[in-house]
């Protein structure tokens, strides 16, 4: 059976690419500078990737016809093996703001820079990062420093859970700021692995952005 026989039907130049079989996983899609405006294309060459819900709020607004709720959800995607992605979304329902931020999430996933970079450790693992990385979101700044294998991840909760849907299992971690806002800490984590990593798309072909889908 094909693995095509799902129904997708590429609307995007990657896409055909990938139901062709021109590219086949998913750093060939990243660094072919192609724009991933499709999220089947995840779902293909990364058919492992996990999603979770790191935070859910209601916001309100006013309108003309009164107050209008709606849920803000902030979602990370990963395969715990190099390969991340964030995004958060508002919808009227909460399972709609859910399914939204992790359609847009796998449309912003990054290979994380993984390696050993501690001094303590031999060089050619992948279970901490390769050198320091920082993120900034808002008022909180994310730091996370390689660190020697066993020591596990020394880090908040929410940090924890984005490093380990990354695939790195020893770091040492430090946040400043309004870190009990979990959208801006998750943001920060997200930013500082998406820093440390290599550049492998050109900037200009990224057109979307993991900061909010709205309605």
């Not at 309100?60 to 849920?71: I, L, P, W």
């Not at 939204?100 to 501690?118: E, F, P």
Request: a negative charge; aromatic letters at 4%.
């Amino acid at each position: 059976m094909s693995r095509h026989d799902d129904g997708w039907e590429p609307r995007t130049r990657l896409g055909r690419k990938v139901q062709d079989g021109d590219i086949t996983s998913m750093e060939q899609a990243l660094d072919s500078g192609l724009p991933l405006k499709e999220a089947e294309i995840v779902d293909q060459l990364l058919p492992g990737l996990e999603d979770e819900v790191l935070d859910i709020n209601m916001v309100q607004r006013m309108t003309d016809s009164g107050r209008r709720v709606k849920f803000r959800c902030v979602v990370a995607v990963g395969n715990r093996d190099g390969y991340l992605g964030y995004a958060q979304a508002r919808d009227d329902q909460v399972g709609g703001a859910i399914q939204k931020a992790i359609d847009v999430a796998k449309l912003n996933v990054i290979k994380v820079d993984r390696g050993s970079g501690s001094w303590e450790d031999q060089p050619g693992g992948t279970n901490s990062l390769t050198r320091k990385a920082e993120g900034k979101a808002g008022s909180v700044t994310v730091e996370i420093k390689p660190a020697p294998q066993g020591l596990g991840l020394a880090a908040a909760e929410t940090v924890r859970n984005i490093l380990e849907l990354a695939g790195v299992e020893d770091a040492w971690t430090s946040s400043d700021g309004n870190t009990r806002t979990t959208v801006n800490l998750a943001k920060a984590t997200f930013n500082a692995l998406e820093n440390a990593a290599q550049s492998r798309t050109p900037q200009h072909a990224r057109e979307v952005h993991y900061d909010e889908v709205s309605e």
